[in-house]
């Protein structure tokens, strides 16, 4: 039987309409993640809340997102992304008003459960989208649109947060969000292609979706029960819990022919090798965006204001640099271009540690923006080989594990930064800084170690 032929992108101008469905869904999912952040203490009085039960507001949304990422990124290899995607569209649209209309913790916390699934579906198959709909040959373009929209959504999420709620309560930082949804459902109907190639003959395993649940699930809540100064004997249980479970899950995925843990790509040197790149960069950005506020205020002594305008330099450079490195990946090694700017995010990262006593502004200005410009540098051309890397067909499987990764590395910063401040006090603004350049420094011979193998250059 024939092969059906796989077409090298979309047309124009039907590409354009197709990534700006991409663009609007993932503003959407990665906003929400910290948009909330601002609001916890209005949320928490106003729904007479204490701020410790409001923190589940955000941990809701974010535990939703990790524990079925894989398990829906399955689903797309094998039912198609278009359809997971527009679904996760409808559900993040309608649980997002649900949000809004919620009257109590409960209720909101629920709704961010369910918002966390949509935001998930989102997350899970917009990278193998984004795979049909550019030319392989631009592919790398494709992905740095999709990286700029991720640092920049993370970056605005407070931003956009205060200016909601200097004009309107609450509800709103959700029910903006119902309008946008539909006009990238309506978008994501007309433009958004279907994968050729499903994987239609495997079944979708249940046990595995609970197991990988359990074992992120438990994960993420060990790490979040450091960083809240949980119950020592609760986390220790949950780490047990966790140590038990894992080689049973990974064994149980070793015999699947198609496993919703993608143990079959791990096995790919250069999908591998990027999968740790990423963990260890994201991780590494995580401890510097949370310490920082406390470094340019505690440390430095500078105002709200002044802390927020010195932050902003770091995603306007990896706003520059996105693009430039989607170009770049069309001629040079993913691991040459990571090494580079993970080394020049690794140098920027101490070179905040160990600025002087009294610092300028420009002194920490050229810092971050070093800092913004090797992440950017980084990111595309990694996330480029992550997917190119897997088969075709399993580029579900490798959208997934790229979300993975990020929100991985990311809550385990959050996690050390916590730890570093009940060991340090004060000076773990400092002591995180130096573990965030250490982290940056490992990617950066993690990435290097690429250079050993072939470019991804599959179709």
């Not at 991409?22 to 959407?28: E, F, M, N, R």
């Not at 928490?44 to 204490?50: D, F, I």
């Not at 003959?201 to 790490?223: E, K």
């Amino acid at each position: 039987m024939p092969k059906t032929p796989v077409l090298d992108g979309l047309p124009l101008p039907q590409r354009y309409g197709a990534i700006l469905a991409i663009a609007l869904g993932i503003t959407l999912a990665v906003l929400d993640g910290a948009i909330a952040n601002v609001a916890l203490p209005t949320l928490s009085r106003e729904l007479n809340a204490s701020p410790a039960q409001s923190v589940w507001i955000v941990n809701a949304y974010q535990l939703a997102i990790i524990i079925s990422l894989l398990p829906l990124s399955f689903l797309g290899d094998m039912i198609g992304y278009r359809r997971v995607y527009q679904a996760g569209l409808v559900i993040f649209s309608v649980t997002s008003l649900l949000c809004a209309l919620a009257d109590s913790l409960t209720l909101l916390t629920l709704a961010r459960v369910l918002q966390g699934f949509g935001g998930a579906a989102l997350m899970s198959v917009n990278t193998a989208l984004i795979r049909i709909i550019y030319p392989h040959k631009h592919l790398g373009r494709g992905l740095s649109i999709n990286s700029l929209i991720v640092a920049v959504s993370s970056a605005a999420g407070p931003t956009v947060a205060a200016a909601i709620l200097s004009v309107a309560n609450w509800p709103w930082l959700f029910m903006v969000n119902v309008p946008v949804g539909i006009a990238a459902l309506l978008l994501a109907l007309r433009f958004l292609p279907d994968n050729v190639a499903k994987n239609a003959g495997q079944r979708f395993d249940i046990i595995s979706a609970v197991m990988n649940a359990l074992v992120f699930g438990l994960l993420i809540s060990a790490l979040s029960g450091i960083a809240q100064g949980q119950s020592l004997w609760l986390i220790a249980g949950e780490l047990v819990a966790l140590l038990l479970l894992t080689p049973l899950f990974i064994r149980r995925q070793r015999q699947l022919a198609v496993p919703m843990l993608p143990v079959d790509l791990l096995r790919i040197p250069l999908f591998s090798l990027s999968i740790g790149t990423s963990i260890c960069s994201f991780c590494a950005q995580m401890l510097a965006m949370i310490s920082l506020p406390f470094f340019l205020q505690s440390v430095l002594g500078r105002s709200e204001v002044e802390t927020g305008l010195l932050l902003t330099p770091w995603p306007l450079a990896t706003m520059v640099m996105a693009p430039v490195a989607g170009r770049l990946i069309e001629r040079f090694h993913a691991g040459l271009l990571g090494a580079l700017g993970l080394a020049l995010f690794a140098a920027g990262l101490f070179l905040l540690a160990l600025l002087p006593a009294q610092p300028t502004d420009t002194d920490i200005i050229w810092r971050m923006m070093l800092c913004g410009a090797g992440f950017g540098l980084f990111q595309s051309p990694n996330n480029h080989t992550i997917i190119s890397s897997a088969p075709r067909h399993r580029s579900g499987g490798a959208s997934g594990m790229l979300g993975t990764a990020r929100l991985l590395g990311q809550t385990s910063g959050a996690a050390l930064v916590a730890l570093l401040f009940n060991l340090f006090g004060h000076q773990g603004a400092h002591a995180s800084l130096l573990l965030a350049g250490s982290f940056a420094s490992v990617a950066t011979l993690v990435s290097a170690l690429r250079l050993t193998q072939p470019r991804a250059e599959q179709a």
